[in-house]
Antibody
Framework: QVQLVQSGAEVKKPGASVKVSCKASGYTFTGYYMHWVRQAPGQGLEWMGWINPNNGDTNYAQQFQGRVTMTRDTSINTDYMELSRLRSDDTAVYYC??????????WGQGTLVTVSS | QSVLTQPPSVSAAPGQKVTISCSGTTSNIGNNYVSWYQQIPGTAPKVLIYENTKRPSGIPDRFSGSKSGTSATLGITGLQTGDEAEYYCGTWDSSLSAEVFGGGTKLTVL
């Protein structure tokens, strides 16, 4: 069965960077785009971008361009999302979500990133 | 401010029916597929409806989706207390080149 297992919670100081991992299993890793979506406390879903695990192509939401980097390691079926220059309003749960062309069919369990001085 | 507009909350009694609307524009809903997600507090979203009207395997037929023009609707019949959750609509926005979501609708089963 398809599983997306994310790395554990992080606490970071403002200005630092965080890198969240998403290990995929149960399907052909290079066959599906991976998206990242975040959710601030008590708020809705916010799309951050996608990576094509087959060739590493990426597409980032405009509000994150310059701060976000999505990468993958095909040898271990893992995607990564790194967000730099963290601010307090980056405190959120970050999800990886597999794309089945027009929708997100499987989600990771989420990773809480807390930005606090 | 979300690109797609949903009512903040809806409520109904067990066994009744409820609908949740999602309003957009020709850049998003009007020309792209809509999906609906259910999020129970503390858990990741789960897809209920994709490509406007289709249900993934395992989703009961109490859940239905429709789309007309620049609006979409999620319907839930035979409400159960376990349906209490936040519901989000989502679609691709061709102008923004971004996936966009509604602000979410909290369903309360009274």
């Amino acid at each position: 069965q398809v599983q997306l297992v994310q790395s554990g919670a992080e606490v970071k100081k403002p200005g630092a960077s965080v890198k969240v991992s998403c290990k995929a299993s149960g399907y052909t890793f290079t066959g599906y785009y991976m998206h990242w979506v975040r959710q601030a406390p008590g708020q809705g879903l916010e799309w951050m971008g996608w990576i094509n695990p087959n060739n590493g192509d990426t597409n980032y939401a405009q509000q994150f361009q310059g701060r976000v980097t999505m990468t993958r390691d095909t040898s271990i079926n893992t995607d990564y999302m790194e967000l730099s220059r963290l601010r307090s309003d980056d405190t959120a749960v970050y999800y990886c979500a597999r794309s089945s062309s027009t929708f997100f069919d499987h989600w990771g369990q989420g990773t809480l990133v807390t930005v606090s001085s | 401010q979300s690109v797609l507009t949903q009512p903040p909350s809806v409520s109904a009694a067990p066994g009744q029916k409820v609908t949740i609307s999602c309003s957009g524009t020709t850049s998003n809903i009007g020309n792209n597929y809509v999906s609906w997600y259910q999020q129970i507090p503390g858990t990741a979203p789960k897809v209920l409806i994709y490509e406007n009207t289709k249900r993934p395997s395992g989703i009961p037929d109490r859940f239905s989706g429709s789309k007309s023009g620049t609006s979409a609707t999620l319907g839930i019949t035979g409400l159960q207390t376990g349906d209490e959750a936040e519901y989000y609509c989502g679609t691709w926005d061709s102008s923004l080149s971004a996936e966009v979501f509604g602000g979410g609708t909290k369903l309360t089963v009274l």
